[in-house]
């Protein structure tokens, strides 16, 4: 189950499940929101996942989903939902007996039970413990799957309570041994200036770095495996608006989030210093990055020609930047 913040880079998560998953993805008003899912929907036919969209019928509709998730408080629209679309599958969120017997009363698919176990969630209540579930699993003759709060810890403990599988959040995302997004520091100036000097043709000096972390008006932020640099940013905030610099992963940890990460906190950060938009260029020709930002909500702006240099067969050549923004608030 999708998350804003705590599954920043969904479609890399969806690449690592199993087939025979299901994928919920819960956009909560996201502005790219058909973007994100029509790519999530291209992966899981391609990896025979079921994919489910939380609550947003119209959106399951435009991208050919598998079904709908329903929160508690939306579960009595499943009869007009199984109506239209009596080959969709239909599961509902319960956080109490009652909710639980409705689901099954209703006829959906499954019920996602929680929270079984202590959850982060910020709108997690107690947790039920295995016990409680157990009780509740069979009771109702729909598939029930445990959500809260799991982990490979404590997993095996469902396990004979009649649980039909499991659901989780938090689970899916960075492997705890990568830290949060942390201020970088002088000592890191070797490991900044390596980074970019891998990442593009004309890198920046040592200097650069070294007065961006002592500079007042930016946001400095990396991510570090072992005291060792593997990603950074740099946001520059004045006057209420915010841009993006730079921002470098290292090549053999591209593609695990980290970019994705580094921006969710970066806003945060952005957003602490009274700013509300971000800006940020990007070369035309760069195509990861372009898809990264798009992702995260950045919008093409402008385009301005010919600005980057490039080294092409030994000869210096131009290609344009593009302009993008976000609004924060």
């Known amino acids: 189950m999708s998350d804003p913040e705590r599954t920043p880079n969904l479609a890399a998560i969806a690449k690592t499940l199993h087939h025979g998953s299901t994928l919920i993805y819960r956009h909560f008003g996201a502005s790219n929101k058909t973007e994100i899912a029509t790519h999530l929907r291209q992966i899981t036919l391609s990896r025979n996942i079921q994919f489910l969209i939380g609550k947003d019928v119209r959106l399951a509709e435009d991208v050919g989903a598998d079904g709908v998730h329903l929160p508690e408080e939306d579960l009595e629209a499943t009869a007009k939902i199984h109506n239209k679309h009596p080959n969709w599958l239909l599961s509902g969120a319960a956080h109490s007996r009652g909710a639980l017997k409705m689901c099954s009363k209703l006829g959906l698919d499954a019920a996602i039970v929680s929270p079984v176990f202590a959850s982060k969630s910020a709108s997690a209540s107690k947790p039920m413990g295995v016990a409680e579930f157990s009780k509740l699993a069979i009771e109702v003759n729909i598939p029930v799957f445990a959500l809260g709060g799991i982990n490979a810890d404590n997993a095996n403990l469902l396990l004979g ?3 039909a599988g499991m659901a989780g959040v938090s689970g899916f995302t960075l492997p705890t ?3 949060k997004a942390e201020p970088v520091e002088l000592h890191n100036i070797d490991d900044m200036a390596a980074l970019h000097n891998q990442a593009f043709d004309y ?20 991510i570090s495996d072992i005291r060792k640099l593997m990603a950074f940013v740099i946001i520059r905030v004045v006057d209420g608006q915010a841009e993006i610099l730079t921002l470098v992963v290292k090549t053999c940890k591209q593609k695990l989030g980290l970019a994705s990460l580094l921006l969710l906190y970066g806003e945060r950060e952005v957003l602490k210093q009274d700013a509300d938009i971000v800006f940020l260029e990007v070369a035309k020709d760069n195509t990861a990055a372009i898809q ?14 010919r600005y980057y240099r490039r080294e092409i067969n030994g000869k210096t050549g131009r290609v344009d930047a593009l302009l993008y923004k976000k609004h924060l608030a």
């Open 161 to 163: 309570t009649g649980a």
């Open 177 to 179: 041994k990568w830290p």
């Open 203 to 222: 890198p920046w000096p040592k200097e650069d770095f070294i007065n961006h972390i002592e500079n007042k008006h930016d946001i400095v932020l990396g």
């Open 292 to 305: 990264l930002y798009k992702k995260c909500g950045y919008q093409h702006l402008s385009t301005r020609p």
